[in-house]
C-alpha cells in the first residue's frame, strides 16, 4: 500500500448541486479480483466469488456503506464521484459505468436525495486519506456487503455492478 499526503475532505453544501430541491450526491462501489490474472476464465458464479467490494463505515459509525456525497457544482459527476472515494475510502482508480440513479430521503434532514453510483475498478489504496479518522473500511465479498450494507439502493446498485460484471465475461 501507498502513503498519500493527507489530503483535507472539502465540507459545507456551498457548492452543492440541487435538482427541484433534491441534494445530488454520488458516489462510487470500488471493488478488485482477488485473482484478476486468471479473470477471463471466470464464469458468472466464479466473478461474484471472487469480487471484492470496499466499504466503508458510516460517519456516525453505525453501519457500512459504499463512498458517496454532495457533487459540487464545479466538477463533473464523475469527478465527483473519484473526489468522494478518495476523501471517504483512500483509494482510486478508473471510474467505470453509471450503475443507475436512485431517490432517497435523508435520514438525519427532511430531505430528498438524488443519488448516482458508479463502479470503481481500484488501482492504488492509500495508507492516509482524508477521512481516515473518521471512518474504518473493509474489503468484503459480494455477498458480505449485500449483508451489511445499510442502504437499499446502494444494495441495488452493487446487484447492478455484479450483473455487468457477469455480462462482460
Known amino acids: 500500500m501507498e502513503n498519500m499526503m493527507a489530503l483535507v475532505a472539502r465540507t459545507g453544501r456551498l457548492l452543492q448541486r440541487y435538482d427541484k430541491g433534491c441534494r445530488q450526491v454520488v458516489g462510487c462501489i470500488p471493488y478488485r479480483y482477488r485473482n484478476a490474472s486468471q479473470l477471463s476464465s471466470f464464469n458468472g458464479n466464479l466473478i461474484e466469488e471472487e469480487m471484492e467490494v470496499l466499504l466503508i463505515s458510516s460517519q ?12 459540487e457544482i464545479n466538477e463533473s459527476m464523475e469527478e465527483a464521484a473519484r473526489r468522494e472515494t478518495l476523501e471517504e475510502a483512500g483509494v482510486t482508480g478508473n ?21 448516482y453510483m458508479f463502479s470503481l475498478l481500484v488501482n492504488k489504496q492509500f495508507d492516509l486519506w482524508p477521512e481516515k479518522n473518521n471512518r474504518n473500511r473493509k474489503w468484503a465479498s459480494v455477498s458480505e456487503a ?4 445499510k442502504q437499499w439502493w446502494m444494495r441495488e446498485a452493487l446487484d447492478e455492478l455484479v450483473r455487468r460484471q457477469i455480462e462482460r465475461n
Open 95 to 115: 471510474v467505470e459505468d453509471r450503475l443507475g440513479k436512485w431517490r432517497y430521503k435523508s435520514k438525519s434532514r427532511p430531505v430528498v436525495h438524488e443519488g
Open 146 to 149: 449485500r449483508e451489511v450494507c
Open 60 to 71: 456516525n459509525g453505525n453501519g457500512m456503506l459504499f463512498p458517496k456525497g454532495g457533487w
